[in-house]
């Protein structure tokens, strides 16, 4: 093809960025570039068809549009996943069921400690792999850190933290739009623990939360513990969660306050555009409803930047904000944090009744990595590994599993939700794939009303050839339990 800067297909009629996205496009359906394939830079491009960089830009944004391929930071374009995409879903805005007290079932704790368990293949956990984490860099700055506080270092770090970890956390609280000092941060021991006493600060035995429907089990199970009812919200993987039908659930009866993983949700993926979470904010605000953040995936975006958080649209002190270093730096250092507006004070004396303090050596270790340990660099690098596991799980799932199947295209963390044919029963799936020495997340555990039967949660944490040998065998356990 020989393109002319600035002049229409004489016989197409296509102008020239559109000559240019359609030579891509005819590539991609040729198979030169499958699914998690880097397509040539735009520098390449301009240079081999001899047009504008400007074109060139023009021509991949379309492709983008038509989610062909996605750009990722630092990285360049890549093909995206062919699988037919979950991004609505049809969401009446009545269409929540009554608020539900939950029962924490067996298969949630079997579910579990399966994905601890080391001699399963973790095909859905939640869990960053450790290989992707800077687990060198952390053993020395912990060792020297434990070498210069010397004594202090075993003694406690009272609520609300080690000071100095405060202080880097509230300058990373920037990036997602938060204006916060030291002192209006209180360091927890990961974010669940957060999310725990702000529930606790929040809400009283009997009390209604409304949360988003799917939504993750381990947040349902405390609500549990607590004694609460949650009140399901449907939420879409491009949206999150459905202001319209929350604002009828809050309009029909009380609600005391409302818990939502708003950048990059466990299990969507959903990230809830920035005016959504204005509203979000305003809405509840406006009822002196609480709103419980998780933002525990917000670092994990595969775009150039960091989402916002809800938190930064809070006037009125109402928003809590929860999250840790868990997905991120290292799970089991237990390092999380909230920024608890009005709640701050109530949360750090149940903390303190619970268990006095966070843990002192990770707080020491993760204030050091963050002043010089590089953490930005290593975001970049986990976001570019965590991208392109996506889009090659997503791809192998379109290869193995059985016509029909659809699943979510999230543009960070690395949580994939798979809806597969309606009949076959994810619960049957997870008994088999255990059998298998596979573990996998089935979709009902994510409600209570019995709903997501037919869908399961993947990760795409880890990708080699023993996981795509799993999704295989998950294939052909799925194409086996298709009703007839
Ligand atoms: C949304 C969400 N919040 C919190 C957690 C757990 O966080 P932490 O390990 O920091 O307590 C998880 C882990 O799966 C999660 O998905």
């Given at each position: 093809m020989t393109l002319k800067n600035g002049e229409k297909n004489k016989v197409s009629g296509l102008l020239l960025y559109e000559q240019v996205a359609g030579e891509i496009t005819g590539l991609i359906k040729q198979g030169t570039f499958r699914t998690g394939d880097r397509v040539p830079s735009i520098r390449?491009?301009?240079r081999r068809f001899d047009v504008s960089i400007n074109t060139v830009m023009q021509a991949y944004s379309m492709l983008e549009d038509q989610r062909l391929i996605e750009a990722r930071p630092q990285s360049g374009y890549y093909v995206r996943s062919r699988v037919p995409e979950i991004r609505e879903t049809v969401l009446p805005a009545r269409s929540f069921s009554a608020p539900t007290t939950v029962t924490i079932s067996d298969l949630c704790h079997q579910v579990m400690r399966n994905m601890m368990n080391p001699d399963l293949l973790p095909l859905g956990s939640a869990i960053p792999y450790a290989r992707n984490l800077p687990i060198d860099k952390l053993n020395r700055i912990m060792a020297s850190e434990l070498r210069r506080f010397g004594e202090q270092s075993v003694m406690y770090q009272m609520p609300p933290g080690y000071e100095r970890l405060r202080v880097q956390i509230a300058r990373r609280a920037l990036?997602?739009?938060?204006?916060s000092g030291p002192n209006d941060i209180m360091v927890t021991s990961g974010c669940v623990e957060a999310v725990f006493l702000a529930l606790r600060a929040t809400c009283h035995a009997g009390d209604t939360i409304a949360v988003e429907s799917p939504f993750y089990f381990n947040f349902m199970q405390m609500i549990a513990e607590l004694g609460l009812k949650?009140?399901?919200?449907?939420?879409?993987?491009r949206d999150g969660i459905s202001i319209e039908a929350l604002r009828y659930a809050i309009e029909q009866g009380k609600i005391s306050a409302c818990l939502v993983i708003t950048n990059f949700s466990n299990p969507l993926g959903s990230l809830m555009p920035e005016e959504r979470k204005r509203e979000l904010v305003e809405l509840l605000a406006s009822h002196e409803i609480p709103l419980i953040e998780d933002d525990i995936y917000g670092d994990l975006t595969f775009g150039n930047e960091r989402p916002s958080a809800a938190k930064s649209f809070?006037?009125?002190g109402l928003v809590i904000y929860c999250s840790s270093f868990s997905k991120t730096i290292a799970p089991g250092y237990r390092v999380g944090w909230a920024i608890a507006g009005r709640f701050q004070e109530e949360m750090e004396r149940i903390k303190m009744i619970m268990n006095i303090a966070p843990a002192s050596p990770p707080q020491l270790a993760i204030a050091e990595f963050l002043a010089t340990g590089g953490y930005e660099h290593h975001l970049r690098s986990i976001r570019r590994i965590h991208a392109r596991n996506m889009s090659q799980m997503?791809?192998?799932v379109a290869r193995y599993f059985p016509p029909g199947t659809r699943m979510t295209h999230p543009d960070g963390?690395?949580?994939l939700w798979v809806e597969m044919q309606e009949g076959i029963d994810a619960i049957m799936l997870?008994?088999?794939?255990l059998e298998q020495g596979i573990s996998i997340v089935p979709g009902p555990l994510f409600s209570l009303s019995s709903k997501y039967r037919h869908h399961i949660r993947l990760s795409a944490a880890q990708w080699d050839e023993k996981i795509e040998q799993g999704i295989r065998v998950l294939g052909t356990l799925a194409h086996k339990l298709m009703p007839e």
């Open positions: 390449q491009l301009s990036v997602a739009g938060i204006s949650a009140l399901e919200i449907p939420s879409t993987p809070d006037r009125s997503a791809d192998a963390g690395f949580m997870y008994h088999q794939a």
